[in-house]
Structure formats: structure tokens, C-alpha cells
């Protein structure tokens, strides 16, 4: 009691203003008069918004934005050359080369009633001389007489991918049954398509690998950016007693949060973007726009795992800038320390 | 007193700053905080910025450090802080051997030292009451359990109306009271000051003294660096002048 009385004559003699404190009444500490000093809630130890921390947040958004859109890309290229692959290997063809003295269209018949008659098979078409006609037309021109030239005509069969037929076995029975017949299961033009589509997805691969390794510099140089500002906080926590840890802790809540705004937001928009695309499509369905983007992009929905990468690509992004962050910080104390090891670096420390 | 139901609370703080630190007692009270022994310093390959300090800092001791400018004063004040290694020679605080204390023990011996940086070192998007909450923020108390104490610290110090004010917005008689009051907060053993003078009138000067040197009489030794002469005039205290990197000391 009376160490607090001395102090504040001590005040008073030297001419202060009596601490009447008028502003705030507190009661509870002074007689019941005074109620207690309001004080803001207190605020984050880290200002919450700087200009560092804001075009970091834009950075990451960015960043993710595009890391999303490749990954939302490289996907759908997967999804379309795969499609490609099972498009193309869904139909087998028969051939049927003319020859004096053949019934072409029997021996057509008899070809799809004999590769109808194989489990796997769904479905069989004669292409008729019209279609043959306009098969050729780029080679043969118009007004062609299919019956005055040896023209192969096909049959195209329809199989089921799940479970397709014996191509072996479809083959000797034609050759057996219909001479002529030549059975074409595309397995060369399925090899050279599936490694063109292994291709395109190997290239989208390394884009997507590009694009990450970007971001994740970009994000750690931001983020060391953003710290670099605040190294005056960390010396001041530093001083005032605080553990590396804890002032480790601070920063990288506070950089979880700010990456987690950004990288929210960027995956939000690319998500968004695919969304529309794909409801665009699908509105606008044979549409000669819309024919065109689908037969380059194949169709624009990324499915759920598409949805999934978006949102790890999110956690990474936030990982990266929290763990950037802690080791940041912890060198910088580390430095300080340095410092005090070899006071010959007395770099950012006011000297006598 | 009117103030009467006020006091435990503030006179708690102190009794509990001797629960503490049982050490300061009677019993060891002679026993140095801090002892120097043939301490040198130099920066890099540099001359000596310090040389072959030996001297005994008292616990509830009073002293001025002084000197002209460049005679190595902040320096030396670094070197009490723990923010400086000496190049040579022995420092024992708290009986304890500075160069035997692993870093990570650093932060709980920073602690039982408050400093008042010549810059003042207040975080600008902090309040006043924030700031000088900081060092107990940093040790992981509840707000709870400290804001009354915080607040009956600010009053002290005359910062009363200016609790919730931001730093950029004090006056530099102002800022330098939150930042002693920041140095004060968790009750250190021994209070540093570096020009806590500097930037006031001395009307203001002559108050922060007294402030000084009751917290003197309560317990806490004071070491402040000034070169401003019509200040240690006032006190008759230990003065320690530093010239050109030695030493001397007038009890």
C-alpha cells in the first residue's frame, strides 16, 4: 500500500496531474467510484492487414488460380484422350474387296450376320453406296458409279469395350466363310492415338509441374517478402522475453490465414470457371461454337477428382506459406542471435 | 486514502515479484545480479569497442552509465540485455555463467530484465495498454488475469487517458513512459535505460527520475544510460563512465 502511494507522490511531486483518470471511471479498483478502464478486445499480436500481407493474399490467389486451372486442364486433356482411345476402339471395321464374279452385297450381309454372330459384338452397319460415295468423294469426286470401279466396301461393327469379341476367332470364320473380307480391329491407328494421348497428357503433366514449382517459389519469396517487413515485431517479441516458438506460432497463424483467403478465393474462381464452362456446353450443346471447343477440349467438366485437386492444391498452398513463414521466422531469431554471437554482424541493430 | 481497495491489487504485483525471485531477500542481497569480468568487446576485426570491464551490479542498486557519445554506453547495454556476446572476459547474471546458458534458456533470463530501448521499440498497431501487456502476452497469460494490473501500471506512469491510443498518435514523453512501463510490467529485477531522457522536457525528465528511483526503492536495481548531466545531478547515485571503452565508477 504504501509502495503505491510512494510511487504516485513520487508523480505527483514531480508535477504530474493527479491520476484521476477521469475518462474511465473503474470502480472496482479505486473505492467502488471507479468502474473498470475499457480496453479494446485485444488486438493480434501481427497488424492484421499490411500492404505486404495484402499483395501476398492477391499472389497466392493468383498463383492458385492458375496452378488450379492447370491442373483443371491437364485432367480434362486425360479425361478426352482417353475418350479418344475408347472412341476409336469401339468400332472394327470389315473390309470387303471386290472381285469378278463376288456378290458384293450378300458377302456384305453375310460378313455382319457372321461378326453379329461373336459375344461382344452390339451392332452392325453396311455402309451403303451413298456413305461410300462420300467416303471417297475427296479423292474420287462427285458423280462416281460405285458399281464401275473395285471399290472395298466395309461393315462397321460396334463392339462392347467391356467385353469384346475374339478378333482372332472373328477373323478366321470370315476368312473361311467370305475370302475377300479383310476384318480391321484399328489396333495400329489405337497405338498411335493412345501414344499421341499419353503424349499430350505427359506435356500437360510437366506444364502442371511448371506451373507448381512456380507457385511454390512464388509463395515462399512472397511470403519471405511479407515477413521481411515485419522483422521489427519479431525483435520487439524477441526482447520483451518471448520464446522462438511462440513467436513462430504468431506468424504462422497469421500467414495460415492470409494464404488460406487467398488460396481459398483462387480455387474458388478456377473452380467456378470450369463450372461455367461446362454448364456454357452444355446449354449451348451443338451449337458450331460449341462443337468446335468440344471436338479441341473434349467436354469441359472436370469431375470430382478434378474438384478434389482444387482443393488439395489449396491445403499445399496454405502448408507451404504456414511452414515458409515458421522457418522465416525462426532464422530471423536465429540471426538475431547470431548477431549476438558475432557482434562484428550488427546488421539491423543500432550500435553505440 | 480513498484509494485504499486499490492497492492490493498493485501492491500484490510487487509481493509477488519477491515470491518469484526468492533470492531477493535480505540473506543474498549483497550478491551481485550481475557481475563483469574482464569483459572486452570489439565489432568484427575492429579496435575494442569495450575493454577489460570489471564491475558488480547490486541487486536494488541505482547507478547513471554515462560518457561521451561512441564511448560504448549501447553497447554495453547490449551486453546486459544478453543481445551481445563479450569477445572476452566473464559475465555472471543471476549467478548464473552467461556462456554456459544454452539459447534457449536466453528468453527466461530476458525476462527478469526490463529494457527501455533509446528507440522506444512500441509496435505502432498495438495500443498503449496492448504494448505494454506485451511481455505478459508473451508468456502465455490470460488477458484476464493481468488487464487490471496493466491498467494500474498505465496510471502510474500518467498514460491513464491514453490506454487505448496507438503509439503514432504519443507524444515522445508519452511513448517513452509506455515503454518504460512495458520494461516494468512483468516486474524485472533490474531496469535498463537507454536515454529515457533524451526525447522529454525536464520538467518530464525530472518526473520520469522519480519514477526511476521508486521503483529503485522498491527493489528492482536501475541502470540508466544519459549523458545529460543536469539529470544525474539531481540524485546522488553510483555513476559508471564509460570512456573510450574503459571504465570507472564513483560510488
Known amino acids: ?18 491520476e484521476k483518470t477521469s475518462a474511465t471511471p473503474s470502480g472496482s479498483s479505486s473505492g467502488g467510484r471507479r468502474t473498470e478502464m475499457r480496453v479494446r478486445p485485444t488486438g493480434p499480436i501481427l497488424p492484421p ?75 452392325g452397319t453396311i455402309m451403303d453406296d451413298a456413305a461410300t460415295a462420300r467416303l471417297l468423294e475427296p479423292w474420287l469426286g462427285t458423280g462416281l458409279d460405285l458399281k464401275e470401279l473395285p471399290v472395298p466396301r466395309l461393315v462397321i461393327i460396334t463392339i462392347d ?71 521489427h515485431i519479431v525483435e520487439v517479441l524477441h526482447f520483451v522475453g518471448a520464446e522462438s516458438g511462440f513467436v513462430a506460432s504468431e506468424f504462422q497463424k497469421h500467414f495460415l490465414k492470409i494464404s488460406l483467403k ?20 452444355s446449354n449451348s450443346l451443338a451449337t458450331p461454337q460449341s462443337d468446335q471447343a468440344t471436338a479441341l477440349f473434349g467436354t469441359f467438366t472436370i469431375d470430382f477428382f478434378g474438384y478434389l485437386g482444387i482443393v488439395a492444391t489449396m491445403i ?32 539491423g541493430l543500432p550500435s553505440s | 486514502m480513498p484509494s485504499a481497495r486499490k492497492d492490493p491489487s498493485t501492491l500484490a504485483v510487487y509481493e509477488r515479484s519477491s515470491h518469484r525471485h526468492p533470492n531477493t531477500n535480505t540473506l543474498t542481497l549483497d550478491v551481485a545480479l550481475i557481475h563483469f569480468e574482464n569483459v572486452g568487446l570489439r565489432y568484427g576485426m575492429g579496435p575494442e569497442i569495450l575493454r577489460d570491464l570489471t564491475f558488480d551490479i547490486p541487486r536494488r542498486s541505482f547507478q547513471f552509465l554515462t560518457g561521451p557519445s561512441g564511448a560504448g554506453k549501447t553497447t554495453l547495454l547490449r551486453l546486459l540485455f544478453m543481445s551481445l556476446q563479450p569477445t572476452r572476459g566473464l559475465i555472471r547474471m543471476f549467478d548464473r555463467d552467461l556462456s554456459q546458458i544454452p539459447r534457449a534458456e536466453l528468453p527466461m533470463l530476458r525476462r527478469r530484465v526490463g ?54 498518435v504519443l507524444s515522445g514523453g508519452e511513448k517513452q513512459r509506455a515503454a518504460i512501463a512495458r520494461a516494468l510490467m512483468d516486474r524485472p529485477e533490474i531496469l535498463l535505460a537507454d536515454e529515457p ?42 555513476r559508471m563512465i564509460l570512456t573510450e571503452g574503459r571504465l570507472d565508477i564513483y560510488e
Open chain 1, 161 to 231: 469395350e467391356a467385353n469384346p469379341p475374339d478378333f482372332a476367332g472373328m477373323r478366321d470364320l470370315l476368312k473361311a466363310e467370305v475370302p475377300q473380307a479383310f476384318l480391321d480391329d484399328h489396333r495400329t491407328w489405337v497405338g498411335r492415338l493412345v501414344s499421341m494421348a499419353h503424349t499430350t497428357v505427359l506435356i500437360g503433366m510437366s506444364i502442371l509441374i511448371l506451373v507448381f514449382t512456380a507457385m511454390i517459389l512464388t509463395v515462399i519469396f512472397a511470403t519471405r517478402g511479407a515477413l521481411s517487413g515485419n522483422r
Open chain 1, 49 to 123: 492487414s499490411n500492404i505486404q500481407g495484402n499483395a501476398l493474399m492477391v499472389v497466392i490467389a493468383i498463383m492458385s488460380f492458375l496452378a488450379c486451372l492447370t491442373f483443371g486442364g491437364v485432367s480434362m486433356v486425360r479425361a478426352t484422350a482417353s475418350s479418344w482411345e475408347s472412341q476409336i476402339s469401339r468400332e472394327i471395321t470389315i473390309q470387303i474387296k471386290p472381285q469378278d464374279g463376288l456378290d458384293m452385297d450378300a458377302a456384305l450381309k453375310k460378313a455382319r450376320d457372321l461378326a453379329l454372330t461373336f459375344v461382344g459384338t452390339k451392332q
Open chain 2, 197 to 238: 531522457t533524451g526525447n522529454v522536457d525536464p520538467p518530464m525528465a525530472r518526473r520520469l527520475l522519480n519514477l526511476f528511483l521508486e521503483l529503485n526503492r522498491l527493489g528492482t536495481a536501475v541502470v540508466i544510460a544519459t549523458h545529460d548531466l543536469g539529470l544525474m545531478d539531481q540524485v546522488d547515485a553510483r
Open chain 1, 316 to 347: 499445399v498452398i496454405a502448408l507451404l506459406t504456414t511452414l515458409t513463414a515458421r522457418f522465416t521466422v525462426m532464422r530471423t531469431i536465429d540471426e538475431i542471435d547470431l548477431i549476438r554471437s558475432d557482434p562484428g554482424r550488427s546488421d
Open chain 2, 115 to 168: 529494457i527501455v530501448f533509446q528507440d522506444f521499440r512500441l509496435l505502432d498497431h498495438l495500443t498503449t495498454y496492448e504494448n505494454v501487456a506485451l511481455p505478459l502476452r508473451v508468456r502465455g497469460k490470460d488477458e484476464a488475469s493481468y488487464r487490471t494490473d496493466v491498467i494500474e501500471l498505465l496510471k502510474w506512469v500518467g498514460l491513464g487517458e491514453r490506454i487505448n491510443v496507438l503509439p503514432p
Open chain 1, 262 to 281: 487467398g488460396s481459398a478465393a483462387g480455387g474458388a474462381l478456377a473452380a467456378l470457371l470450369f463450372a461455367s464452362a461446362s454448364l456454357w456446353q
Open chain 1, 1 to 18: 500500500m504504501n509502495d503505491l502511494n510512494r510511487l504516485k507522490n513520487a508523480l505527483k511531486k514531480s508535477g504530474s496531474k493527479p
